[in-house]
DNA sequence: TAACTTAGTTAGAGGCTCTAACATTTCGAT
DNA sequence: ATCGAAATGTTAGAGCCTCTAACTAAGTTA
């Protein structure tokens, strides 16, 4: 099977990707609860059954689209760390504000990831592996060797609080509850109140 | 018009109270994407056209549950901050641990809560009634006599991590994430971390 | 190249939202 | 008391949607 799509006029070559793609793009425009598979289908110029050989339902779709989206995600995380000297609390910031600037860039998507990924395995997997990213900072903050329950409990506050700060801006309750800073301010001053000191 | 329900056999009484009511047990059960206005109707015994004398649509229904749900957050904000004394950090944690609290009892409804407020007015300022509670008891503990910008801006850090506490609970991540602490010890120490010294 | 698999198609069942037209009840003014 | 209007039900149906069944075309493999 072929990666790239090669129309043959009858097989479509790539749909699956396609219908991703198209429906990433759909739940942007229009929220993931007005997502239609037959608007999908209408767009990727196919029939509205086609959809049916690559998924087992509109769900089954859905969740392919926040795969993906954690993945991406995923890759922010790493962008965002690299410019800084690892397990120090700008590089743990620099992931939180990646957090909050991804889900502003794509607030569809991300709502939906994590309705997705609620009682489904594969999803939630993707969703801890990126979480993963900030955790291997925080271990390293607080000089253990590995993610162990106390990282976990020292991340949990931090990812708590850009996970808000997203969901309110991306509902445009930030406007009226006046910041006064900028989102990475923001971030980076809750990020050194709500983490233990080194050492912990 | 009867405020109780007085059913003639054709006209059913409160038709509009019990679908608000109805609506709400069935965004509680399934959810408030999968909820059909079909289904509230079988429930309530009416046709499936009657929803459209006393909701414009659909979304009209929900956004009234919604305002239902702001005002409930509302008295159970009120009863939370009672026994404590105005303007402590004992008073504002309580608000926090009842913000969480209500979104844990009642999953379905908050997530819909903050989706219906966008872009309409009327659900949107009962949410803002529901946020001044707190506003009131921050003000106090910073010696202000009005909720002011400052008041404003320290309160933001709280809502953004009450909040995004709520969600991650709701959607199952708490568990993932070792809290290693109640909601309550959680919400407590975040507050006394976030907020400034009284007098800023 | 025949047989099998994959990935499209059309047709249609059944569910949903919402509207139009009609029916029944209630209410307010006489 | 009664009559007309307003309110609140009803049925019928248009036009969406999801998903399945049955069929068909194209690719793959022995």
Redesign the pocket.
Known sequence: ??KTA?K?????????EQLIATTRGLVEESGPDV????????RA?????????????????LRAVALQGFTEMTERFHAAVAPHVPGTLDAIAAVGTAYVAFAENNPGLFKMMFAASKDHPATEEAGHGCYGVVLNQIARYLGHAEVDDRVMEAGFPLWTFVHGLSFLRIDGKAEFAKMGASVEDIVTRATARLLPAPGA
């Open positions: 099977m072929q090669q043959t006029g009858y097989h479509h070559g790539d749909l699956r997502f239609s598979v037959s608007e999908a289908c209408r110029g196919v029939s509205t059954a086609a959809p049916y050989k690559h998924f087992t339902d509109r769900e089954d779709l």
